[in-house]
């Protein structure tokens, strides 16, 4: 855990949730096979993102699946022939939805690119390959983007140019740019997007994505995939997983 003001927010109240089952389900999801370090499954009330196999070859694809689809226990057949955003020339690594519009999303590349794509009501009705912004800042692949959770042109992206670059998909403008000691394995904002948490195989930092700066860091020992997110707006935890090792 990573304290970036050495305090914990202790008026944070937390509550035992539980989860009901759901009826709604989607079938025949051709989704990516191979390994990323980022998510290629995301969703909001409307839609669900997801990475898909190409047609051919190694272009990176995103199906969305439209929610109100799914009603009652029939489970919805996805179409060998769904529409599809093909407009990423490598694999797809990542695929995040704006938390504030429910009809934009972005997807991060082997092809170094951190693509943000419209969704017309009910989807799209044929393939899509021009996004709405392209952003090519990064010098190698992009493994994680997310949306700033307050202001909905702003996005946060990483990549293994050990780079984290805050920019502005409105006018492609690039607000500042966080040069990382090693490769990030994880990346979040916090509650009121005022901060950048980031991850790496040995340590944790803090970003101001104003300023470029880093703020804060910590030290843990990962080998694998890393999760992280805010548990307030100064603190954020991480989960990792550790190989080879005896406890």
Same mark, same amino acid.
């Given at each position: 855990? !990573?304290?970036?003001?050495?305090?914990?927010?202790? =008026?944070?109240?937390?509550?035992?949730?539980?989860?009901?089952?759901?009826?709604?389900?989607?079938?025949?999801?051709?989704?990516?096979?191979?390994?990323?370090?980022?998510?290629?499954?995301?969703?909001?009330?409307?839609?669900?993102? @997801?990475?898909?196999?190409?047609?051919?070859?190694? =272009?990176?694809?995103?199906?969305?699946? =439209?929610?109100?689809?799914?009603?009652?226990?029939?489970?919805?057949?996805?179409?060998?022939?769904?529409?599809?955003?093909?407009? &990423?020339?490598?694999?797809?690594?990542?695929?995040?939805?704006?938390? !504030? +519009?429910? =009809?934009? /999303?972005?997807?991060?590349?082997?092809?170094?690119? @951190?693509?943000?794509?419209?969704?017309?009501?009910?989807?799209?009705?044929?393939?899509?390959?021009?996004?709405?912004?392209?952003?090519?800042? &990064?010098?190698?692949?992009?493994?994680?983007?997310?949306? +700033?959770? @307050?202001?909905?042109?702003?996005?946060?992206?990483?990549?293994?140019?050990?780079?984290?670059?805050?920019?502005?998909?409105?006018?492609?403008? @690039?607000? #500042?740019?966080?040069?990382?000691?090693?490769?990030?394995?994880?990346? #979040?904002?916090?509650?009121?997007?005022?901060?950048?948490?980031?991850?790496?195989?040995?340590?944790?930092?803090?970003?101001?994505?104003? $300023?470029?700066?880093?703020?804060?860091?910590?030290?843990?020992?990962? $080998?694998?995939?890393?999760? !992280?997110?805010?548990?307030?707006?100064?603190? /954020?935890?991480?989960?990792?997983?550790?190989?080879?090792?005896?406890?």
């Amino acid at each position: 855990m !990573i304290d970036a003001g050495n305090t914990l927010n202790t =008026n944070e109240t937390w509550r035992l949730m539980r989860g009901g089952k759901c009826s709604e389900t989607f079938v025949d999801i051709d989704y990516m096979d191979s390994v990323v370090d980022g998510c290629i499954l995301d969703m909001n009330r409307k839609y669900i993102a @997801v990475g898909w196999k190409p047609y051919l070859g190694p =272009n990176g694809c995103i199906v969305i699946l =439209n929610v109100s689809d799914a009603k009652g226990n029939i489970p919805v057949r996805t179409k060998i022939d769904v529409p599809r955003y093909c407009g &990423h020339e490598k694999a797809v690594t990542n695929v995040r939805m704006s938390p !504030i +519009n429910e =009809n934009i /999303f972005a997807s991060c590349s082997d092809d170094k690119t @951190v693509r943000v794509w419209d969704i017309p009501e009910g989807g799209i009705r044929q393939d899509v390959k021009q996004a709405r912004f392209v952003f090519t800042g &990064h010098t190698k692949k992009t493994t994680f983007c997310e949306f +700033n959770p @307050v202001c909905e042109e702003v996005i946060a992206s990483g990549s293994l140019d050990k780079t984290i670059q805050i920019w502005n998909f409105r006018n492609g403008e @690039v607000v #500042c740019k966080a040069n990382i000691p090693e490769t990030p394995t994880g990346m #979040c904002w916090n509650i009121n997007g005022s901060l950048v948490g980031v991850a790496g195989k040995t340590r944790a930092y803090i970003v101001d994505p104003r $300023q470029g700066s880093i703020t804060g860091t910590t030290d843990f020992e990962a $080998q694998g995939n890393t999760r !992280i997110t805010f548990i307030s707006n100064n603190c /954020f935890t991480a989960i990792f997983t550790i190989k080879n090792r005896n406890r």
